[in-house]
T-cell receptor, first 115, second 113 residues
């Protein structure tokens, strides 16, 4: 299967620790997105990459968050000094965009619990 | 923040009945998409309707779009227990070069066998 994969699927960490999540998009997709979803809410946009360039970051992405997409392939999202408010599902999505309308393909998500 | 609201927040129906969910949004859009999410999992794309389209069908799904009212509806006909999930509408902003999706708050659908 060549869908979007995320690792790990679940992460429990103590407040103040750093965590890193990985996303492997569909191989031919040039756009990669990170979203965050809290319980009972829809996903909220965090940041997006076109190839290796990070082109937009949401105000939700505080300076404790950093994302990379080296060589335009997989992406990592790191949260430093985690806080309990960071507990959420972190979703990655990818799409191929040339022109026209294309759907985004989502991974299964990484559920983060900060204790 | 969310783009808009979905209505109802929760819906419980009997298997075989139709389910209708509504979505309102705030800004001009390129397209509107509907996604399904099963209990704490990733989102699955259901259907995309462009801003110049008014209605679209896919299997048991029917989506309408009224850009003058900034609203959309998703109809699931002849529902099945397997349709139990949360349904989200998401919009792609017209002036947004990132093509990011802005999601609504979702409708939780329960289909009783």
């Amino acid at each position: 299967d060549t869908g979007v994969s995320q690792d790990p699927r679940h992460k429990i960490t103590k407040r103040g620790q750093n965590v890193t999540f990985r996303c492997d998009p569909i191989s031919e997709h040039n756009r990669l997105y990170w979203y965050r979803q809290t319980l009972g809410q829809g996903p909220e946009f965090l940041t997006y990459f076109q190839n290796e360039a990070q082109l937009e970051k949401s105000r939700l992405l505080s300076d404790r968050f950093s994302a990379e997409r080296p060589k335009g392939s997989f992406s990592t999202l790191e949260i430093q000094r985690t806080e309990q408010g960071d507990s959420a599902m972190y979703l990655c999505a990818s799409s191929y965009r040339d022109f026209g309308a294309y759907e985004q393909y989502f991974g299964p998500g990484t559920r983060l619990t900060v204790t | 923040s969310q783009q808009g609201e979905e209505d109802p927040q929760a819906l419980s129906i009997q298997e075989g009945e139709n389910a209708t969910m509504n979505c309102s949004y705030k800004t001009s859009i390129n397209n509107l998409q509907w996604y399904r999410q099963n209990s704490g999992r990733g989102l699955v794309h259901l259907i995309l309707i462009r801003s110049n389209e008014r209605e679209k069908h896919s299997g048991r799904l029917r989506v309408t779009l009224d850009t003058s009212k900034k609203s959309s509806s998703l109809l699931i006909t002849a529902s099945r227990a397997a349709d139990t999930a949360s349904y989200f509408c998401a919009t792609e902003g017209r002036m947004d070069s990132s093509y990011k999706l802005i999601f609504g708050s979702g409708t939780r659908l329960l289909v009783r066998p």
